[in-house]
């Protein structure tokens, strides 16, 4: 068995913060999110959405206890503890046509979790399902995200291909005014922003391509 390194000197720390100060400048840009493209004009095919089946609906201007943004494990599973306490009144808001999040959207050949399935894939025990891959692909964590969000009834009262503009606390009614780009102006008692970090595609800028 191959002994572990040893722990740096304190004498030696210096010198291995300077080189990971070091390695960590030569891949930090000045210019951050900047050098990014935008999805709009020519790009805005990027955030399209090509697997919703968009239907027509009218405007919501009624109340729920919580609204939670966003339909991924942060979203299903705020919903699904919220439901196991007894909350009836959760709409789940969600930019794409269905749970899943980010392996909603991410479905391009070969896509698989880096982490292994036991770890990642949340609710194994309360589903009832054991992981078919070590390293799930894609396409079985967004059937488990549906498995979850079916089994604590996480569709009743969701919205789907719908993205919130605004959020306007109201101080006289203690609640949260929520509105959505398809004419939604519904109350909430309380909102759970779960819209996590992977919700924009980031485009290299550079120029040519």
């Not at 790009?43 to 959405?49: H, K, V, W």
């Not at 919501?60 to 599973?77: E, R, S, W």
């Not at 054991?130 to 604590?152: D, T």
């Amino acid at each position: 068995m191959t002994a572990p390194p040893h722990a740096p000197a304190p004498h030696e720390l210096g010198a291995l913060r300077q080189r990971y100060r070091l390695e960590r400048e030569r891949r930090v840009r000045p210019d951050g999110v900047a050098q990014y493209r935008g999805t709009d004009a020519e790009f805005g095919y990027y955030a399209s959405d090509p697997y919703a089946v968009q239907t027509e609906r009218d405007p919501l201007h009624d109340t729920v206890d919580v609204a939670v943004i966003g339909g991924g494990f942060g979203g299903i599973l705020a919903g699904t503890r919220l439901r196991q306490q007894g909350v009836k009144g959760v709409r789940i808001i969600e930019r794409g046509g269905d749970f899943g999040g980010t392996w909603y959207w991410n479905r391009y050949p070969g896509v698989h979790c880096d982490v292994e399935s036991h770890v990642y894939l949340p609710l194994l025990d309360e589903t009832g399902y054991l992981p078919e891959w070590k390293y799930a692909p894609g396409e079985e964590i967004r059937r488990h995200a549906v498995r979850i969000a079916r089994k604590f009834d996480l569709y009743a009262d969701a919205l789907f291909s719908t993205e919130v503009t605004s959020l306007t606390w109201d101080e006289a009614t203690e609640t949260w005014t929520v509105a959505t780009q398809r004419g939604d102006s519904f109350r909430a008692t309380y909102v759970v922003n779960a819209t996590g970090t992977l919700t924009e595609p980031k485009l290299p800028g550079i120029p040519g391509i």
